[in-house]
């Protein structure tokens, strides 16, 4: 049996690995008792003997059975991992083994459990299409301590039926107490903590807290935070040591560093931006071009496993919504000390690269620097001054005008170097929500998007290719930013699908990685373009952070990291610490390992679909919002999607989208027709498909579900 280890006086004799271990030699269940006797321990072990199980079964790795023994889990054909409910209502256990299956778990089998807990499935024989049926038999962790419902009727002298906001929860709620000072009412939004299952589909909670009136903006962007677990305060300890920071950056500080402050820097943001993370500034060469990337050196003020940059590596990133900023870092360092404010020194690690002609790399070096930036500029700016060449606006940046002509003129040769090599630019376009002084949705616009915009993304593509392909070749850990090539079965389905398009004729036939450029540049400019962006994008892998070396196949780039936003991303961070690692910059002789760059790399996705997620959801509701002031209006819009029960449409008027369903057209009866995506009439012969032109009207809007239904106006397709 497990021999006892060797321990200091007053360590306790064996490890929860023993315990694993024991558990693979008996290879049956274990009691209380036989710990002791197997492993040859004593009683007075007992308070850690069972710290050790309730630890291991807290993980997962063991289960309690009926009669008070111990199994080890996966000897019991059971799988920890998480649960996640689809609308429809089934759900997946998606297994922590990530070699495993997803198994499917019918709302019967749920037990307990609700989406997103922790949970132990126990496999049962047979599949349900191509994965294993299971039921949940323990709950391991809450995916939530509260729940945000809203409040459908009251019940009794002080309880109140309500229904959760997320719509994965399938169940009611008995809410009860006397949090607030006054009642709520009907479509009232509150916070509730749930405490007891009174019978099927039913719970008792608590009122914790009323959010407000659902029909408020304000209280929307609330309510998507709270379910999508967006952090919305720093702790004490993290404010404290953000305050003790200095307020500008001190002489000390320049020692060992190139002073650039000479240079015209500029920065180059959106309009409401408040954190400036890089700078660029581009010269002429006699053959060439010299670029100036200067990013924020955060990394000099966050020591690794400090408080900041522990609560950066939990937070993962900078979450951003319509009305509000939920930052990685405290305003003090991302909106003022690491911020390359205008006019004010500020410490910077730089990637200068040299450019040729045509776009070419030549060589690069990399160094921490001393910048201050000349101006700080906006797109719309640098469009009216480069390219609509307004007066007033070139007069306004003289200084720096002449800089800016040159970097638009490397610009371009990098982007159409760029292009040459096959890399894909999605032209999808994204919402602008104006709101009033109330917080309420007034306009919805759709982004006007320019090469002012274009012009720092490629700088900033071209510096992280060159601090990737240097860290690479310098065999430093570092996480890179990788993107697959789609799969072959979803592009035989993208291109079926584009080819029953009204540009179907055009594009080309082989479903090859290659010919998505040419797909795109054929729909530029078109009414297709929407749509065949739209499906395009939806073909692509997800793109993800990796300490293995891949490619990115969107920017068909074959090396490429995120070093260019560290006051937002932490990936960004890690990149930043490996090149000072790389350059042996005094006090980063030691930096994390690829084990622990792996770990957190895998943290760094999961939240990055969190922020993803929950950016989406704001979008629909503030969406869904705005609309309800436009029910009975008419508008124009191009079919987006088809199903066996309607089709979506995407807007022109407004950026929203919305669905026409079959229940609503009376004329005929309509079959959905898969092998070509489109709604066929049985009797007139009438269609409905992709890219389709059609007139519908805004019959009605339902915030709860997020859901704006059409109706097709009476002449429904347009000439």
């Not at 608590?206 to 702790?235: A, C, W, Y």
């Amino acid at each position: 049996m497990v021999k006892k280890k060797k321990q200091k006086s007053g360590e306790c004799p064996i490890s929860p690995k023993d315990i694993i271990e024991l558990f693979r030699e008996v290879k049956r269940p274990v009691k209380m008792n036989d710990f002791y006797r197997f492993m040859h321990l004593s009683k007075r072990w007992r308070r850690d003997l069972e710290a050790m199980i309730e630890f291991l079964e807290k993980d997962g790795k063991i289960i309690r059975l009926r009669g008070g023994a111990w199994g080890l889990t996966k000897d019991l054909h059971m799988i920890t991992g998480k649960l996640q409910v689809q609308r429809s209502g089934v759900g997946f256990v998606l297994p922590d083994d990530k070699r495993r299956a997803d198994i499917f778990v019918a709302p019967s089998s749920f037990g307990n459990a609700m989406h997103g807990d922790t949970v132990v499935v126990t496999l049962l024989p047979g599949n349900r299409g191509k994965n294993q049926e299971g039921r949940i038999v323990r709950i391991l962790e809450r995916a939530r301590d509260t729940i945000t419902c809203r409040v459908i009727k009251k019940m009794g002298k002080s309880g109140f039926i309500c229904r959760p906001t997320e719509s994965r929860l399938n169940f009611s709620i008995l809410a009860t107490g006397d949090a607030l000072e006054r009642r709520p009412k009907k479509n009232e939004l509150l916070v509730v903590e749930p405490h007891e299952q009174v019978e099927s589909g039913l719970w008792a909670a608590t009122i914790l807290e009323s959010l407000g009136d659902e029909e408020d903006g304000n209280v929307q962007e609330r309510l998507v935070k709270l379910n999508h677990d967006i952090p919305t305060s720093f702790p004490d300890a993290v404010l404290n040591a953000a305050k003790d920071l200095p307020g500008v950056p001190s002489e000390e500080d320049f020692v060992d560093r190139i002073d650039l402050r000479n240079l015209d820097f500029v920065t180059i943001d959106g309009e409401t931006a408040r954190d400036f993370d890089d700078a660029v500034y581009v010269e002429e060469q006699r053959d060439g071009f010299r670029l100036w990337v200067a990013i924020a050196d955060v990394s000099h003020y966050v020591p690794e496993h400090s408080v900041l940059d522990e609560e950066a590596v939990e937070r993962a990133n900078s979450y951003y919504f319509p009305q509000s900023v939920e930052p990685m870092f405290p305003v003090a360092l991302s909106n003022g000390l690491c911020s390359l404010n205008p006019r004010v020194p500020r410490l910077a690690m730089v990637a200068e690269t040299y450019f040729f002609a045509d776009g070419s790399y030549g060589k690069s070096k990399f160094y921490p620097a001393v910048i201050q930036s000349k101006a700080r500029l906006t797109y719309d700016q640098v469009k009216r001054a480069l390219l609509d060449k307004d007066e007033k606006e070139r007069a306004v940046i003289s200084p720096v005008l002449p800089m800016l002509e040159r970097a638009e003129e490397l610009a371009r040769a990098l982007k159409q170097k760029r292009n040459d090599r096959g890399s894909l630019d999605f032209d999808v376009p994204e919402a602008a929500v104006t709101f009033d002084v109330a917080g309420d949705p007034i306009a919805i616009d759709r982004k006007t998007r320019h090469f002012g915009h274009m012009m720092i993304e490629e700088f900033m593509i071209a510096a992280n290719e060159a601090v990737a392909r240097f860290l690479t070749e310098a065999e430093v850990p570092f996480l890179y930013r990788i993107h697959p090539a789609p799969e072959m079965d979803k592009l035989n389905a993208l291109f079926k699908m584009l080819h029953r398009t009204d540009l179907g004729e055009a594009f080309p036939n082989e479903p090859t990685p290659e010919n998505l450029q040419r797909v795109l540049k054929i729909a530029a400019g078109t009414e297709q373009e929407f749509v065949v962006n739209r499906l395009t994008l939806r073909t692509m892998m997800q793109a993800q952070y990796t300490p293995t070396y891949q490619t990115h196949f969107g920017l068909a780039s074959e090396c490429y990291c995120h070093f260019t936003s560290p006051i937002r991303r932490y990936a960004d961070l890690i990149v930043h610490r490996a090149l000072k690692h790389a350059l042996r910059v005094k006090g980063y002789e030691n930096i994390r390992g690829i084990d622990k760059i792996q770990t957190i790399g895998e943290h760094l996705n999961k939240r990055e679909r969190v922020a993803m997620e929950a950016e989406r959801e704001i979008l629909k509701r503030v969406t869904a919002l705005y609309m309800l002031s436009q029910v009975g209006a008419e508008f124009t819009g191009v079919i987006s999607g088809v199903a066996e029960f309607g089709f979506w449409v995407e807007l022109e008027e407004v950026m929203a989208e919305g669905m026409v369903r079959l229940s609503g057209i009376d004329d005929d009866y309509y079959v959905y027709v898969s092998e070509r995506n489109e709604l066929l009439g049985e009797r007139t012969a009438r269609r409905f498909a992709l890219g389709q032109v059609v007139k519908v009207w805004l019959y009605e809007v339902n915030v709860a579900r997020m859901e704006i239904n059409l109706k097709l106006r009476e002449e429904d397709v347009a000439d």
